[in-house]
């Protein structure tokens, strides 16, 4: 992946820079060839015609698609504003109470627009409500032509479903990103709730507030509307069918879509969809596809040894979360793939992977496949590390609990409990339940979930949380008394 002046420059910099000057003085591309997956059926195949989203590349240089509306060069890589750094270090997820870290945030941005990257997706929702605010302080420093600014109608809880708040929210977005218009415009999480009808209608039917957003359109306030999608597929469903009979009009659709849930989304939870059905029923319809969850969570860039394994026989320099990005960017359709970046590091690998995006081949496809099945069969959590589950009345860390249980399936340090006098279980015993501590303190897991399932509304994966504790919890119950 890196180049060797690259190389020769980043042990430099680790020396001799604070990690400011690294970020200003760090420099990657990657070139590669122009095929295209064409997404059909079950299993994907592989064509050698243009990209009906209209690639845009040289070599060295990012990867641009057309939006077939407005004749938007949009980057193939988006930035989502929901993974930003704090000054504690990481993310809120691990600091929650640290202040999000804006120097460091505006020197991603600067970075991002220096290597092409011109899309920056947002949501009132994000970064405990702070992610718009420290979004439009970073992007007002650059001229607002140079960049795609994409945003949400995040008006989950019912006291927001009122005409009156969820066109405030609209306006403190346009207030707190300093601007007078959004680019993209995302009705939030559609699908999602338990009566998925009664909560589609009442965020955005019962008020008006869809109509309303149209007329905000009409307006140019927002170039253009779509929603982004989660959970019952009836909704989806029927979202289309009002764009066939004419009754809205849906600019793009943000959906999950990785080499996972292509096939398997559906069996890792069933309440949700294969984005193979999800990326056909638009892509037949030539609505441009927004890409979520790119990396599933994080899962995809940390993969078991055999995994690992089977991806380096391909290609033996590449990594993971590569193989990753350049799935989510190959079918045709394809818009841009947002993901959320809290590292320079992340940034700049991901810079490099659509710099041009090398499309997946036939071969690689069918590798790919092959590993999804396998992944697919782990009992992981389907969570995303999204947040939207935070905070738990009760103090859990729920991301936090559900993504060291995940990262020690994908680095296969999962104890398997056996006979007590087995040294080697006892050392991985050990292992885990001290790593488990140091991840999660004592009074912020999975043990002291009540089954509240004040939870279980916010989540977009749907994931029955609750269950899912006391799965765990069952498990480190069981290590602490083997």
């Known amino acids: 992946m890196w180049g060797s002046e690259c190389l020769e420059l980043s042990v430099e910099c680790l020396e001799n820079m604070n990690r400011r000057e690294f970020i200003k003085h760090s420099t990657a591309a990657v070139a590669g060839t122009s095929l295209l997956l064409t997404a059909c059926g079950k299993k994907s195949t592989v064509s050698d015609k243009p990209s009906a989203a209209g690639d845009q590349q040289t070599a060295g240089s990012m990867t641009y698609r057309i939006n077939p509306n407005t004749g938007d060069k949009v980057s193939l890589l988006g930035f989502g504003m929901m993974r930003l750094p704090v000054e504690a270090g990481g993310t809120e997820r691990e600091h929650p109470d640290s202040p999000i870290d804006q120097q460091a945030v505006n020197e991603m941005v600067d970075y991002a627009l220096a290597h092409g990257v011109n899309f920056f997706d947002t949501s009132p929702a994000y970064c405990q409500g702070n992610s718009e605010k420290v979004t439009g302080i970073a992007l007002s420093r650059h001229p607002r032509s140079s960049y795609y600014l994409s945003t949400k109608l995040s008006n989950f809880s019912p006291d927001s479903w009122k005409r009156e708040e969820s066109q405030a929210m609209f306006e403190r977005s346009l207030k707190y990103l300093q601007t007078d218009y959004v680019d993209y415009l995302l009705m939030h999480a559609v699908g999602g ?20 957003l149209v007329e905000q359109k009409q307006k140019g306030r927002i170039r253009n509307l779509g929603f982004s999608y989660h959970g019952d597929v009836r909704i989806f469903d029927m979202l289309l069918r009002w764009h066939d009979e004419g009754k809205y009009h849906w600019d793009f659709v943000l959906i999950e879509l990785n080499y996972v849930d292509w096939n398997y989304a559906n069996e890792i939870n069933p309440r ?20 979520m969850e790119p990396l ?12 690992v394994r089977e991806m380096k026989k391909m290609d033996i320099h590449a ?4 193989w ?6 190959t079918p045709e359709g394809i818009l841009t793939v947002l993901s959320g970046m809290t590292y320079i590091e992340h940034l700049q690998e991901n810079c490099r992977t659509y710099s041009p995006l090398r499309p997946i081949t036939a071969e690689e496809n069918v590798m790919l ?6 992944i697919a069969g782990m009992k992981a959590v389907p969570c995303t590390a999204c947040n939207y589950c935070m905070p738990c009345p009760y103090g859990l860390n729920i991301p936090v609990i559900f993504t060291y249980y995940n990262n020690c399936l994908a680095e296969e340090l999962m104890p398997a409990v056996s006979d007590p006098g087995d040294r080697e279980f006892r050392r991985a015993r050990r292992r885990w339940l001290i790593g488990y501590d140091r991840a999660v303190p004592s009074m912020r897991q999975a043990d002291h979930c009540i089954g509240c399932n004040n939870c279980i509304p916010h989540c977009p994966q749907r994931i029955d949380i609750p269950a899912e504790m006391q799965r765990i919890d069952s498990f480190v119950e069981q290590l602490k008394q083997a």
């Open 193 to 212: 709730g338990r009566d998925a009808l009664a909560t589609f209608n009442g965020r955005y039917i019962d008020n008006g507030i869809l109509d309303w």
């Open 272 to 291: 949700n969809s294969n984005a193979s059905y999800l990326y056909n029923e638009l892509h037949k319809r030539n609505i441009p596809v927004l890409v």
């Open 296 to 307: 599933l969570g994080g899962r995809l860039a940390k993969q078991p040894t055999p995994i």
């Open 319 to 322: 990594t993971p979360a590569e």
């Open 324 to 329: 990753a990005f350049r799935y989510a960017g």
């Open 369 to 374: 496949m092959r590993l999804a099945e396998q």
